[in-house]
């Protein structure tokens, strides 16, 4: 089947605004993954859902950034109050239970960027 | 923080020469994960090498894999235009998270 879609690919906002970026995993896969990749970096773990469950929010920056994930399937990371240093390419993976013998997949982000 | 750390942070070879690059990591793994991302979007998965083993190989790439040093290398032989990209390693613990290093940028000249 398809593989992990994203949406949008780019967004543009001004500073101080809210933005909601979506992630469609493979079907069947129960972990989902947020990372974030600023220019030149590696990723930055962000969140992690089991189901609909997040059992670590850890790697979210800041109270401003929220992510839910409903029926299992699609989740959606919110950042509330954009600031400039929130710019970066913000990547869903998926993977059939945990990344213990299980590979990733990767979406192709979503390009951020906060004027 | 990041566990994996890859060197060099940048490469560039002729093509059909042979491209290494390393990554050390801090702490123990359960598996060690390396991945190509071209054009700054989309991961793939290359190669997975449990804590067990000592070398892997995929068609053109070879990986090891030594526990006692923390640290593994991915070997990419007779480069193409096409393996242009950054190559990242991830390391799993004892939990689900893949933990990134900065990567390592190839770039193969024609």
């Known amino acids: 089947g398809a593989g992990v879609s994203q949406s949008p690919s780019n967004k543009v906002t001004e500073k101080g605004k809210d933005v909601e970026l979506r992630c469609d995993p493979i079907?069947?896969?129960?972990?989902l993954y947020w990372y974030r990749q600023s220019l030149g970096q590696g990723l930055e773990f962000l969140i992690y859902?089991?189901?609909?469950?997040?059992?670590?929010k850890s790697g979210l920056p800041s109270d401003r950034f929220s992510a839910e994930r409903t029926g299992g399937s699609v989740s959606t990371l919110t950042i509330q109050r954009t600031q400039q240093e929130d710019s970066a390419v913000y990547l869903c993976a998926s993977s059939l239970r945990t990344p213990i013998d299980n590979e990733q997949f990767f979406g192709p982000g979503t390009r951020l960027t906060v004027l | 923080s990041q566990q994996g750390e890859e060197d060099p942070q940048a490469l560039s070879i002729q093509e059909g020469e042979n491209a290494t690059m390393n990554c050390s990591y801090k702490t123990s793994i359960n598996n060690l994960q390396w991945y190509r991302q071209n054009s700054g979007r989309g991961l793939v998965h290359l190669i997975l090498i449990r804590s067990n083993e000592r070398e892997k190989h995929s068609g053109r790439l070879r990986v090891t894999l030594d526990t006692s040093k923390k640290s593994s290398s991915l070997l990419i032989t007779a480069s193409r235009a096409a393996d242009t990209a950054s190559y990242f390693c991830?390391?799993?613990?004892?939990?689900?998270?893949?933990?990134f290093g900065a990567g390592t940028t190839v770039t193969v000249r024609a």
């Open positions: 991830a390391t799993v613990g004892g939990d689900y998270k893949l933990s």
């Open positions: 079907s069947g896969h129960t972990a």
């Open positions: 859902f089991q189901g609909n469950s997040a059992p670590d």
